[in-house]
């Protein structure tokens, strides 16, 4: 059997007031994060601002319907793709197929690699918009539709313009802090 750890207990206020200064609860929502698994993303853009990219695991559709498909994506401020993608008003989110590791650690500032010289892993081109889509298994070329900062992060909401998709290869995974691969059930 599992260990199983508790969870802090919410203290008595306004809710805004403690989450920011809770360490413990932090700790325990980053902890019980790295249990849901995800696929990994490099989400890019190119434009007047410039080139840039980002690792993310933070990535799902919105909706099918409507005057276009919708995908959200969140990017930490801090992130140098955070402020060209908002000021390019597009980019192309690639999901990475499970031997394309090493593109999520150029893209997550694991190899010393800056701007230009990330793209340098891995091949790409441009639908749409322009943002560099990655050969991989899936690629979504978006416009930027709204974006809010929530904490720490973008959340962007993109119309999707244009797609591609392989029927080869799997997803890459991450989870439990490290980089996992899809097996059917």
Not at 77 to 104: R, Y
Not at 170 to 182: E, K
Request: with cysteine; aromatic share 4%.
């Amino acid at each position: 059997s599992a260990a199983r750890k508790t969870l802090s207990t919410p203290r008595p206020g306004a809710l805004g007031a403690w989450i920011m200064h809770d360490t413990q609860l932090r700790t325990d929502f980053i902890h019980a994060m790295s249990r849901a698994a995800a696929t990994v993303s490099v989400v890019t853009t190119d434009g007047p601002a410039g080139r840039a990219g980002v690792t993310v695991s933070a990535m799902t559709s919105v909706s099918a319907d409507g005057e276009a498909p919708t995908m959200l994506v969140c990017i930490n401020k801090g992130a140098s793709a955070a402020e060209p993608i908002l000021a390019n008003a597009c980019f192309a989110v690639s999901v990475l197929q499970s031997e394309q590791s090493d593109v999520a650690d150029v893209f997550a500032g694991r190899t010393g690699a800056t701007g230009d010289d990330r793209f340098a892993t891995g091949t790409w081109t441009t639908m749409v918009t322009g943002a560099p889509v990655l050969d991989g298994l899936a690629g979504f070329d978006c416009e930027v539709q709204s974006a809010e900062l929530v904490g720490t992060h973008h959340v962007i909401i993109g119309a999707v313009r244009a797609v591609r998709v392989s029927d080869d290869g799997a997803p890459l995974i991450y989870g439990m802090r490290s980089y996992l691969r899809a097996e059917k059930a």
